[in-house]
């Protein structure tokens, strides 16, 4: 198999591949293992107030083996405990208490039989700017900042879709940058001003809403993870629960 890069077309090694190093082949449904681990963060934020469907986005983050995928369903899934409990009362509360623990320890057992050495190698090298894929999306960052610099008015305000992977070969690996290269600022502010919005909405009426939302603006900064047929529609009709659960409509929270 070869493959197009920045230094050419080059021959990928067999031992590189997924299905070689033993990891969960999510092609049946998905594009590959990181978009079931995008879809997992979806799942995740879609059905944050039933725990049973918070743990199977856990789980679908394990399987796939996405480092940002388990860090931020472990993070929903404590936000869920404070915001059914409160932390005092998650405390106090034998229930909750032994709910939280079970579910932990559970992970953890179930992480166990399905984590390698690999996959915890790869949690580590999340902060560590040194990684060659962390140094590598900074890069991407840059080159794409400086491009929308260099844009005249017009494709500052539209965008120049297409412009930038023409260019590098690659996305930015920021969704948000993403946005501001391909669809401007209009674009970028079509899909900012919800966030906002029910930031303001849950700090109004007291919620946690505002920490899925900062989960949601890191994924996006990380990842394009709004991009594609299934995560854009994801990001909507988040979107769209969160906002009729702040204005009270809430027969229409899902799970």
């Given at each position: 198999?070869?493959?197009?890069?920045?230094?050419?077309?080059?021959?990928?090694?067999?031992?590189?591949?997924?299905?070689?190093?033993?990891?969960?082949?999510a092609k049946g449904l998905f594009e590959g293992p990181l978009a079931l681990a995008q879809y997992a963060i979806g799942l995740a934020f879609l059905f944050k107030s039933n725990l049973r469907m918070v743990l199977v986005a856990c789980a679908l983050a394990f399987f796939a083996n996405g480092r940002l995928g388990m860090i931020v369903c472990f993070l929903v899934l404590g936000i869920y405990f404070l915001e059914?409990?409160?932390v005092l009362n998650l405390l106090k509360s034998k229930k909750g208490l032994k709910i939280f623990v079970g579910a932990v320890l559970g992970l953890i057992l179930a992480g166990s039989f399905f984590i390698d050495e690999k996959a915890l190698e790869r949690l580590q090298s999340v902060a560590n700017i040194q990684d060659s894929g962390n140094s590598a999306r900074l890069i991407y960052w840059k080159k794409g900042l400086d491009m929308f610099a260099e844009y005249d008015f017009w494709n500052q305000l539209l965008g120049n879709s297409g412009f930038y992977r023409y260019q590098v070969g690659n996305s930015a690996e920021n969704g948000w940058l993403m946005l501001l290269l391909d669809n401007g600022i209009v674009g970028f502010m079509y899909y900012f001003t919800p966030l906002l919005l029910i930031t303001y909405l849950s700090v109004q009426k007291k919620t946690y809403h505002f920490a899925y939302m900062f989960l949601l603006f890191v994924c996006m900064m990380i990842q394009t993870f709004h991009l594609g047929a299934s995560a854009n529609l994801l990001y909507w009709i988040i979107m769209y629960s969160f906002y009729l659960q702040l204005k009270g409509k809430q027969r229409y929270e899902v799970g």
């Open positions: 198999m070869q493959r197009e890069t920045q230094s050419g077309i080059i021959s990928l090694d067999p031992k590189l591949f997924g299905g070689f190093a033993g990891i969960f082949r059914k409990y409160g």
